[in-house]
């Protein structure tokens, strides 16, 4: 719901930011495959905005892709 509202109000950098969250929580309770799903929608994000966060979230998404 609330990525919802901020896609609707505007905020995709902090809708970035809520799924950068989202999938560090989600891959610390052994969730990879929803982490990494999080992480994908973040970087695109980040990537449209040509945010700094992208390169973070690269970083994330390299070893949990790999496994």
């Excluded at 919802?4 to 809520?18: A, M, P, Q």
């Excluded at 973040?42 to 892709?65: K, M, N, Q, Y």
Aim: charged share 15%; with cysteine; net charge positive.
């Amino acid at each position: 719901m609330a990525l919802t509202v901020l896609r609707g109000i505007g905020g995709e950098w902090r809708r970035g930011n809520v799924l950068t969250v989202l999938g560090r929580a989600l891959f610390g309770i052994g969730q990879s495959g929803r982490a990494v799903v999080c992480w994908q929608e973040a970087l695109g994000i980040f990537e449209c905005l040509g945010a700094p966060e992208a390169d973070g979230v690269r970083a994330l998404l390299a070893p949990a892709t790999a496994a």
